[in-house]
Every structure is written in C-alpha cells, then in structure tokens.
C-alpha cells in the first residue's frame, strides 16, 4: 500500500523570470488555482494523505498557501462567502502536508534524497510540483493499481515526437500488456538516434526505498546535478522497473508556451466563463488571420 506522496519544489523556475524571482513557480496560478494545488490534490485523490514537499529558499509561500489563514478565514465569513470560505478552509484540512529544504538545487535525485527520513523502507510516490495531470482516475492511482500488481517501481511515461526526445528521460524495454511496459534502458535526455524508445518520463513514479542506496552512488550527471533517471538506471541492475502509458493528458507547466496553452484548456473547462471566453478566442484569431 502506497500511504506517502513526495512533491519536489525546489527549482528556481529560471524560465518564469522575472515572475519566479520572489515567488515558487509552483505558485503560478492556473487561472485561481497554484500549479502544486492540483498536484497535491492528485494524490489525495489517489487516497495519499500524507505529503513531503521538498522546497527551497525563497518558497516559503508554498507552506503559507496550505496553512490556515484565520484572518482571511473571518473576513470570509462576516462577508458570508461560504463558497470561498468553505474553499480556503479545505487548504489546511486537505493533507497532512510536511516541509523538508533542499539546502542546495543539485538536481531532483538529490531533492527526492532528502525524503528518505520521511519515507523509510516503504515506497512511495513521487508528483514533479511543476507538472499538472488531467485523468478520469488519477495517474498516481494508475501507477498504484501497477504497484500492487507487480510490486516493484513504476513510471509514468508518455509518448512524445522522436525529434522531442532529447527533452526528456526516456524509457525502452519489454511490453508486458496494454500500457505496461518491463524496463530495460533509461536514458536521461538522449539525441534522437539514441533513444531506446520515444516513451518520455511523464512526472510521476512510484519508488521502492531501494532508490536512496541507488542515490547514494549516483554521480552528477546533465547539467551537473543528480539525475533520478541516472539513479534508477543503478536500480534497474537490482530490480524490475515497469512503466505504465498514462490514460490522460500531462500539462508541462515547466515553460511559458505550455503554461499559456494550459491556461486556455483549463478555462475552457470552466463553467462560468468558458462560453464568453471561446468567443473571445474566436474574435482574436480571425483578427490575427486578416
């Protein structure tokens, strides 16, 4: 049973400045709602109540945004908003969320480092802070439906163009069933001709706690910090690895182009103002095409 969920939250976000300077890009918002509210939402859909986000300097609005906020909580109520207030009290109540810094940005296999007290010897799983999953059952739920099943580590992947590739971690190995896959290569950010596969890491794994020796032993890799990809590559010479094909849609909030498009689905999305909203996309397209 999967009972701990660990969001990474440590990046400078360096591709949102100047908007990252003094706040977490896990912070911007999509529309009204933080980038990490929705993960964090994720696993507790996926019946995983207790959370390790692993932050940094400079993220300390991530811990104000789930905490309660009694001031504004008041103001709610004498103004009767109860929506809204019954919206802001969810917040605090929503997990048991805890809060680890990494004391330096080395990469996300030494962020996932830092959950090894929290975690112990059972497994748990791992949401990247800056990556937005749309399903009907939760893709944690999917990879721990995998996990009960072959009780060994599974990735999220996706497929992505052949010339996107170097973009990603990317996986190849055995297809066992429909979207379940018995790893046998990974490789972090390969060139198109080296690439096992074009199935590309998605930002969601379960880890056995057999990933922390493996960390241990890992050396710095891209862009000089330590690669989980490089980590699980050791942990693959130790045990199976599976990847699950996710059923949905990822949404990389990790650039602006992305960001901007994933803003558009998601007020499509929604009630309130997604007919009026369309319309306007419509005016603005055909006055770009004249």
Same mark, same amino acid.
């Given at each position: 049973?999967?009972?701990?969920?660990?969001?990474?939250?440590?990046?400078?976000?360096?591709?949102?400045?100047?908007?990252?300077?003094?706040?977490?890009?896990?912070?911007?918002?999509?529309?009204?709602?933080?980038?990490?509210?929705?993960?964090?939402?994720?696993?507790?859909?996926?019946?995983?109540?207790?959370?390790?986000? @692993?932050? &940094?300097? !400079?993220?300390?609005?991530?811990?104000?945004? #789930?905490?309660?906020?009694? /001031?504004?909580? +008041?103001? $709610?109520?004498?103004?009767?908003?109860?929506?809204?207030?019954?919206?802001?009290?969810?917040?605090?109540?929503?997990?048991?969320?805890?809060?680890?810094?990494?004391?330096? @940005?080395? &990469?996300? !296999?030494?962020?996932?480092?830092?959950?090894? #007290?929290?975690?112990?010897? /059972?497994?748990? +799983?791992? $949401?990247?802070?800056?990556?937005?999953?749309?399903?009907v059952i939760p893709v944690t739920q999917q990879l721990?439906?995998?996990?009960?099943?072959?009780?060994?580590?599974?990735?999220?992947?996706?497929?992505?163009?052949?010339?996107?590739?170097?973009?990603?971690?990317?996986?190849?190995?055995?297809?066992?069933?429909?979207?379940?896959?018995?790893?046998?290569?990974?490789?972090?950010?390969?060139?198109?001709?080296?690439?096992?596969?074009?199935?590309?890491?998605?930002?969601?794994?379960?880890?056995?706690?057999?990933?922390?020796?493996?960390?241990?032993?890992?050396?710095?890799?891209?862009?000089?910090?330590?690669?989980?990809?490089?980590?699980?590559?050791?942990?693959?010479?130790?045990?199976?690895?599976?990847?699950?094909?996710?059923?949905?849609?990822?949404?990389?909030?990790?650039?602006?182009?992305?960001?901007?498009?994933?803003?558009?689905?998601?007020?499509?999305?929604?009630?309130?103002?997604?007919?009026?909203?369309?319309?306007?996309?419509?005016?603005?397209?055909?006055?770009?095409?004249?």
């Open positions: 049973m999967i009972r701990k969920a660990v969001i990474p939250a440590a990046g400078l976000g360096t591709r949102f400045l100047p908007a990252t300077k003094a706040q977490p890009k896990e912070m911007l918002p999509i529309i009204d709602t933080p980038t990490i509210q929705y993960v964090v939402q994720e696993a507790v859909d996926s019946g995983i109540e207790d959370i390790l986000i @692993i932050s &940094g300097k !400079g993220k300390r609005a991530i811990e104000d945004h #789930f905490d309660r906020n009694f /001031e504004l909580e +008041a103001r $709610l109520e004498e103004k009767e908003d109860e929506a809204l207030y019954n919206e802001i009290r969810r917040l605090g109540d929503m997990a048991n969320i805890h809060f680890v810094r990494q004391k330096e @940005i080395k &990469g996300l !296999g030494d962020a996932i480092y830092y959950a090894r #007290f929290h975690t112990g010897n /059972e497994p748990f +799983a791992v $949401l990247l802070g800056d990556t937005v999953m749309s399903s721990i439906d995998i996990y009960e099943q072959y009780k060994a580590s599974v990735l999220a992947v996706e497929e992505v163009p052949h010339d996107k590739v170097s973009r990603y971690g990317i996986v190849g190995g055995k297809p066992l069933a429909d979207h379940i896959m018995e790893v046998s290569d990974l490789v972090e950010k390969p060139a198109p001709d080296q690439a096992p596969s074009n199935l590309a890491i998605a930002g969601r794994y379960i880890l056995t706690p057999e990933i922390y020796k493996t960390l241990e032993q890992t050396p710095r890799g891209k862009g000089n910090e330590v690669q989980l990809t490089d980590a699980m590559r050791i942990l693959l010479k130790r045990e199976c690895i599976y990847s699950h094909t996710i059923e949905g849609k990822r949404y990389d909030i990790g650039n602006k182009l992305d960001f901007l498009k994933t803003t558009v689905e998601f007020a499509l999305r929604r009630r309130e103002f997604a007919a009026p909203f369309l319309e306007f996309l419509k005016e603005t397209v055909s006055q770009h095409q004249d």
